[in-house]
């Protein structure tokens, strides 16, 4: 049950999405966000959608994977829209009870459904091909600037970095234990709140002593590579401009240009 | 013999639907009579680990049955905490779901968890420390213990719920050949003492064949081979063609044996291999004479 979470998982790939320059990524993915929420015709609405299945497309992740990153937000989307759907005001469609729907509601709704959708499965798209890694790197390096400000950038990266690589590991480590203690007759999925909070000191004990203890190891481990924070440090993978990156930094201009195109050209629906 | 435990060809794959899962554990059927000491052998990701798991309810099969005298374990309404009390299983690497603040308190934990009386629990506890030789720090913390001592509370604390079936995955594991040899006579004496079912896990022939009266080795999640230790010793290149070796005394004396046949090769350390050769030389040069 544990092990259905799925925090930024990375699927392994070579597209060119993959190769993209992480911090690159990144930036187009709010670029891409700015974009959608600016876009007020169908046709800049319908142009930015067809954009991201495009990009993912391309990006060779089974659609399976996009289903299942929507799902939790699914409740969402439909609270939303069903809210803005009474609650905006404008031609009346349908009247039940005390309730109208507007034809402008009705639009709203159905936009708004898009581009939380296209939000999420972009921001999706960003952790399903850029490794955990790749990404505190890339967050790094967009905040580098804040280093004049005498933020510790880097070792807030490192600290993400390490959070990271340590969660799939804890959660195997808390599988374990709780496997171990349900052996002792330990009854962790029943009974009352007050009892099931009690089961938990078995496993949360050695979960603490056993994530302490990888900690003080890991900390050693570190120091003995002599790490001494950012200062001075140099990268194993030094970024370069790749002709993938120019591509993408093109069609994103290109597709600001269609989305201000369409603003100006046609009625805003919204 | 009456089987205490059986398995009737059991599937289990981890994360299914994922492209490129393998089943851990595929087709497995067995049958566990009581009393017996069954050695489960296979190199690493054999799905040691995970077959045994079935065997207390741990893990779902995805295909097949498990039987826990007769009764299917999975059936609605089976209790699934009393098969625990009955078959106790000690992790690979125990000693580190310690958690009480004395080791009195961690080994009752089991025995507690049954809703024993007290004096039946007190017992318990000291009953199973004396057995694996922790009598000595009952009463300190078990994070103050070393990786050993600790490791001897974790099996403890299993032993105190005196399972009808005791299995354990890799009890020797990152111990020293004294510790060893203690971890296997103290599950020896659980043995003989309680008459207990025993099923050890281990990727080391040499450190079961003294122990064990049956051999299971698992390959790729399957029975590659089930029977008594000489008989699967026999088929020591085929075991080794899958990553296993049977112990260096042995498999001298099995080439030994091709040239001379009464040679009794079922000795895994060298004092007996010695005193089987011994005896073949001494009826030899009787011939001679
Ligand atoms: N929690 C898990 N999630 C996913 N796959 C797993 C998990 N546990 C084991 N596996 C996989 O199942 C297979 C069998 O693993 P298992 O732990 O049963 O092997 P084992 O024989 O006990 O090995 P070892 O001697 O190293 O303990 C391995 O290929 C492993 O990668
Ligand atoms: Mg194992």
Known sequence: MLKDITIGQ????????????????????????????????????????????????????????????????????????????????????????????????????????????????????????????????????????????????????????????????????????????????????????????????????????????????????????????GEGRTRLHESHFSSVDAFGTAVLVLMFGYVIATNCLFEAVI | MSAVLRAENISYTYNPGIPGSKPAVDGVSLEIGEGEFIAVIGHTGSGKSTLIQHFNGLLRPQKGRVLFDGQDIWAKGYDLRALRFGVGLVFQYPEYQLFEETVYKDIAFGPTNMSLSEQEIHRRVLDAAGFVGAGQYLDSSPFELSGGEKRRVAIAGVLAMEPRVLILDEPAAGLDPRGKKAAFELIKNYHESKGATVIVVSHSMEDVAEYAKRVIVINRGQVFCDGSVPEVFKRARELSDIGLSIPAVTSILLRLKEGCPELNASCYDITSAADAIAAVMKERGAALC
Request: aromatic residues 8%; proline residues 6%.
């Open chain 1, 10 to 229: 990375y699927i392994y790939g070579s597209s060119p999405i993959h190769r993209m320059d992480p911090m690159l990524k990144l930036i187009f993915v709010i670029a891409y966000v700015v974009l959608l929420f600016s876009a007020s015709t169908t046709a800049g609405i319908v142009g930015a959608v067809a954009f991201s299945l495009i990009i993912y497309k391309i990006s060779g992740i089974p659609i399976k994977l996009i289903a299942k990153s929507l799902k939790p937000i699914v409740p969402v989307v439909v609270f939303t829209a069903v809210i803005n759907m009474f609650f905006i005001p404008g031609d009346p469609l349908i009247t039940i009870w005390k309730l109208t729907i507007s034809r402008q509601g009705l639009f709203y709704a159905v936009i708004l459904s898009f581009r939380i959708t296209c939000l999420i499965s972009a921001s999706s798209l960003l952790t399903y091909t850029t490794s955990p890694i790749q990404l505190t790197d890339a967050i790094e390096r967009l905040l580098s600037p804040l280093k004049k400000l005498k933020m510790p950038v880097h070792e807030l990266a490192m600290m993400m970095s390490i959070a990271l690589r340590f969660i799939p590991s804890l959660i195997e480590e808390t599988d374990k234990i709780m496997s171990a203690q349900k052996s002792r007759g330990a009854s962790l999925d029943s009974g009352k709140l007050r009892e099931k909070v009690k089961a938990l000191v078995p496993v949360l004990v050695p979960l603490f002593v056993s994530a302490f203890r990888r900690a003080d190891e890991l900390a050693l481990a570190m120091e003995c590579r002599c790490y001494r924070g």
